[in-house]
């Protein structure tokens, strides 16, 4: 009965459906075409995305089918990625899978239908269908010309193409605005139709009619085609030759009766023809041939210059300084050859003389990006070459160092250029400080880096003894340079900027250009203002580095280190922190709204002031932290320990506060309501400033609500270990608990 009543249902919702207007209907069911489209991967992704957020399991590089169509996709519509190589749980793959499959299958399948049948199941709810001119389901080949071609490829190209160039690159509101008039004036174009027919119709030869009549003769259906035989006429010879309709076109028929009349003209025209393209590769041959031959000239000339450079660059290795040096800057002078920059790079790893080595570093100075690449490689060498002398130096030698005078500390730096030659430790912090101060010169000196894209494990921190250095970077455009696993120690990046527009000039587009901190060394560096906004710096070491009002908007700094780092004032929203070590830094007014704390370490943090609505703060540790006046609304903090934290007017309305650790903390003039206190802790938490009279009866017939916490309305029937004082003051100040009268 009840499959009866369910068809009976759907039957007279047919009817009721086929009684609107043939418009209103085929435009229903284009909309539950879409709507079926779109849903099948909207709700596959949604809960993808929920997995993804409700992490239980060990995350996996995201599928490379939707790494290259998510690329394929942000490029078309100028959409920035800022996580690559991004990682997700195997359900969320296997869903995000799924939402890029399932549209495809939905949208083959309907196409199959309509060029079956004419009918999707859309279609035959709403009683129309697609037909040719006779009358016949349009095939295969007309509903893909239909669907693709005439209705969505040429309203999207129109549409791309406008939003392009137009200025309103790239803000998608207008694109789709674009896209949306053009449907729309696709759909209605049947009105300036005496048949009725859209423009995705006429370029597919379909039209729509309305399947609930049996008579197919509408007046918007076309004369049947004439037969084939009435399309071919017989010739005098009794053949069968094609009329101008049929395989040659009226204008190709008429070139080749004229070239038969006109033979010789034809002949003539076709013998210049072949004349001109001769020439026209004799030239192309000899211009093809001396522009070679120059190519080689100009090789020979510059192996001639590099060797006759190279010998005397070998025959000065036992001369005066003088002469080396002179040889050094001649060599500096052809930089337009590459094999320039390396010969001087490996002769700065050898030399011994401090003057030379200072030369070969201005010489590289002026040669600019091009020699980055392997001054980061000598960096590289030259880096394990100083540790390895540092660690023979280190060895045991008590009694070689009792025997020997001592040295006055002012003069254990001072060493002369004799000195430094002899010493091999000396040598090689000589060495690794020029190739330093050469790669932290040529990114200061040229104002366009585009062509540096890798300094990724470099040594470029702070150094001291006989050849100090302190990389100083402020105020520099440093986008799209990976300094992955680079040692920064005591960099100063003040006011730089790691990230910047493309080759577009527009930022917050597909090709972005980032800079890649992850794994880097920034122990002390100086941050101050920098730019920092969706960088990766995750496993990056910060510990005391200064960040105040700083930008790392959506920045990942996932199980970085920030220990006793400043971040006064700075931008964190939405920022990743999971599992980030924060212990002791000053957070003081920063807004990390929305950020994800999640297993973050924040213990003696001061977070006095601090902007954390809606933060996932779950199974974050805040003990002995400094949380005063700090705003907390509709963060959660599910499982998060809170003991011995000052929340002295800490807002936690409407927070998520399941088993959270309140033990011994300060929460006077906090704000609890709305609050899901459930399982929470409150053994010897303070609800009243230490200065109030703490007698029982006082302490519950008289409360200061001035100075007390927000209680009205919050229920603390599910919280543990509350004392009788503190219950006491719950229900004096308006909380919910079974114990109060």
């Known amino acids: 009965m009840q499959k009866k009543s369910s068809n009976s249902s759907q039957i007279s919702w047919q009817k009721r459906s086929h009684k609107l207007p043939l418009g209103v209907r085929r435009c229903g069911a284009w909309v539950v075409e879409v709507s079926l489209i779109v849903a099948g991967g909207v709700v596959p992704f949604s809960i993808g995305l929920y997995a993804e957020s409700h992490r239980a399991s060990e995350p996996v590089p995201l599928n490379p089918v939707l790494v290259t169509t998510q690329e394929a996709i942000a490029q078309t519509l100028a959409l920035p990625i800022y996580q690559k190589n991004r990682q997700v749980t195997p359900a969320t793959n296997f869903l995000w899978s799924a939402a890029l499959v399932a549209p495809l299958i939905l949208a083959s399948w309907q196409l199959y239908r309509l060029g079956v049948s004419g009918q999707t199941p859309p279609k035959r709810w709403f009683g129309v269908q697609v037909t040719t001119a006779e009358g016949d389901p349009p095939g295969l080949r007309r509903a893909l010309v239909r669907e693709s071609l005439g209705r969505w490829g040429l309203s999207a190209g129109i549409a791309v193409t406008v939003w392009r160039y137009i200025g309103a690159y790239p803000d998608l509101s207008v694109l789709t605005s674009l896209l949306g008039l053009l449907l729309l004036f696709d759909g209605l174009s049947g009105n300036l139709h005496r048949r009725r027919r859209t423009l995705h119709d006429r370029i597919a030869g379909t039209l729509v009619v309305d399947a609930t009549k049996s008579d197919r003769s509408l007046p918007g259906t076309f004369p049947p085609s004439p037969p084939r035989w009435l399309m071919e006429k017989q010739d005098s010879r009794g053949s069968f030759e094609q009329s101008s309709t049929g395989a040659f076109p009226l204008g190709t028929r008429l070139i080749w009766d004229w070239m038969r009349r006109h033979s010789r003209i034809t002949l003539t025209i076709l013998f210049a023809a072949s004349m001109i393209i001769v020439a026209g590769a004799f030239v192309a041959a000899q211009i093809y041939s001396q522009t070679q031959d120059n190519r080689l000239i100009a090789e020979y000339q510059k192996n001639k210059v590099f060797i006759a450079l190279t010998e005397r660059i070998t025959a000065t290795a036992n001369g005066t300084i003088a002469e080396r040096l002179s040889a050094i800057l001649a060599l500096g002078a052809t930089k337009d050859d590459p094999r320039v920059v390396r010969l001087l790079v490996d002769l700065l790893a050898q030399e011994k003389e401090p003057k030379a080595i200072e030369t070969i570093k201005q010489v590289l100075v002026r040669i600019g990006p091009d020699a980055l690449p392997e001054l980061q490689r000598s960096n590289q060498t030259l880096a ?256 998060a320990n809170l003991s011995s934290t000052r929340l002295k007017g800490t807002n936690f309305s409407s927070a998520q506060l399941q088993n959270a650790n309140f033990r011994n903390a300060d929460l006077s003039m906090a704000d609890f309501r709305g609050a899901n206190l459930e399982g929470a802790d409150f053994q010897g938490a303070i609800f009243v400033a230490p200065n109030q009279p703490t007698g029982q009866d006082q302490f519950i017939q008289t409360p200061n609500i001035a100075t007390g916490p927000r209680l009205n309305g919050v229920n603390f029937n599910k919280a543990k270990n509350l004392d009788a004082d503190q219950l006491g003051y719950i229900c004096a100040q308006g909380g919910r608990h079974d114990r109060c009268q």
Not at 468 to 478: N, Q, R
Not at 586 to 613: C, I, P, Y
């Open 384 to 639: 394990k070459d100083l540790d390895s002398v540092q660690v023979i130096n280190t060895q045991p030698q008590s009694e070689a160092i009792s025997s020997k005078p001592s040295v006055p500390q002012e003069n254990k730096n001072a060493l002369t250029n004799e000195e430094i030659s002899n010493n091999p430790s000396a040598l090689a912090r000589l060495r690794l400080h020029a190739t330093q101060e050469a790669i932290a010169n040529i990114l200061t000196l040229n104002n366009n880096l585009s062509r540096v894209n890798d300094l990724s494990r470099t040594r470029l921190g702070q150094t001291l003894g006989s050849a100090p250095f302190a990389l100083v970077l402020d105020k520099i455009d440093l986008s799209g340079i990976n300094f992955q696993g680079t040692i920064l120690t005591g960099a100063s990046f003040q006011g730089s900027r790691f990230i910047g527009p493309g080759k577009d000039g527009r930022l917050g587009t597909f090709d972005d250009a980032q800079a890649d901190l992850s794994s880097a060394e920034l122990k002390q560096a100086n941050l101050t203002g920098a730019i920092l906004s969706h960088v990766s710096m995750e496993n990056a070491s910060l510990i005391r580095a200064t960040l105040n009002r700083a930008n790392l908007f959506q920045a990942s700094l996932k199980s970085a280190n920030l220990s006793s780092a400043k971040l006064i004032g700075a931008s964190l929203q939405q920022a990743v922190l999971e599992n980030a070590s924060l212990t002791g830094a000053d957070l003081t007014e920063a807004n990390l709204s929305q950020a994800n704390l999640h297993g973050a370490s924040l213990t003696r943090v001061s977070a006095v002031g601090t902007q954390l609505q809606l933060a996932n703060l779950t199974q974050s540790d805040w003990r002995d932290a400094d949380l005063s006046g700090a705003n907390l609304t509709r963060a959660v903090l599910k499982n």
